[in-house]
């Protein structure tokens, strides 16, 4: 079975809710340029989730929220609860996200506890893992990858593996223009996929391992054609509809 193609947008903290609205109806109305069997998600700011939700209806493209809390609800002033991303309609959850780990200071003892409460309440996490330069140059990129899926991935069952989406993103190429070249994408990926056969065994070639960092029309075909790349979490050019479409064409 071919594994789930997917072009993601991941819209960070952009967009007022008007701005968000206009953008996810840009991606409907060009939808239909895209083969239908590119998966494509949204992941527009809390504040207009519901809006976005709105204007998606009526078409194949699913949204999702860029975080959730760690805890089911109470008195945890500021937080989002899983529970009301998917009471919203939305399908997704980015969690792990290299800016969350490095600005928020996220560690896998928090992200466990917020991929349970993405599965508790049936939403799909988009996993993120990914090294910095340092890291990279020091040829740790390997390492850090590893550790970042073992110590949250491999405590799912195999039941909530096969509802999981895991994105590489090198922290060096998001919002910088350097993007990894499609023989580095395709070499981590595959390593990736081969940590994840060691604990899941077969299920692993389901899973979606998406590129992400710098990923626009002109470079993303060369990396969806790579065999371990399913597809792409965008950043700034999920913010141009026309763009991120373009972006599915490179399937
Ligand atoms: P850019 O596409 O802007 O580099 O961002 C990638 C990213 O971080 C998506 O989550």
Redesign the pocket.
């Known amino acids: 079975m071919a594994r789930k193609k997917i072009v993601?947008?991941?819209w960070?903290m952009n967009t007022v809710p008007a701005e968000g609205v206009e953008l996810a109806k840009n991606v409907v109305a060009g939808r239909s340029e895209v083969c239908e069997c590119v998966n494509f998600i949204v992941?527009p700011p809390f504040t207009h989730l519901s809006q976005v939700v709105e204007a998606v209806k009526g078409s194949d493209i699913a949204v999702g929220a860029q975080d959730c809390a760690t805890e089911a609800k109470g008195a945890y002033t500021g937080e989002i609860a899983a529970s009301m991303i998917a009471a919203l309609g939305c399908k997704y959850v980015?969690l792990g996200?290299?800016?969350r780990r490095q600005y928020y200071g996220e560690t896998s003892e928090t992200l466990n506890k917020k991929m349970a409460q993405a599965y508790a309440n049936n939403l799909i996490p988009i996993y993120?893992v990914g090294e910095n330069l340092e890291e990279r140059e020091a040829g740790n990129h390997f390492a850090v990858c590893k550790a970042q899926i073992e110590e949250v991935v491999f405590n799912l069952t195999e039941e909530q593996f096969a509802n999981l989406v895991i994105?590489y993103?090198p922290v060096w190429?998001?919002?910088?223009?350097k993007?990894a070249t499609a023989e580095q994408a395709q070499e981590i990926h595959a390593y990736i996929r081969e940590v994840l056969r060691s604990k899941f065994g077969a299920a692993a070639e389901e899973c979606p391992i998406l590129y992400?960092?710098?990923?626009?029309p002109s470079n993303a075909a060369e990396i969806f054609a790579k065999e371990d790349v399913d597809g792409?979490?965008?950043?700034?050019?999920?913010l141009v509809a026309g763009d991120f479409l373009a972006i599915g064409k490179g399937f």
């Open positions: 993601a947008g991941n960070k992941c980015i996200h290299s800016e993120c994105a993103e190429a998001i919002g910088t223009g993007t992400g960092g710098s990923c626009k792409g979490l965008i950043g700034g050019a999920a």
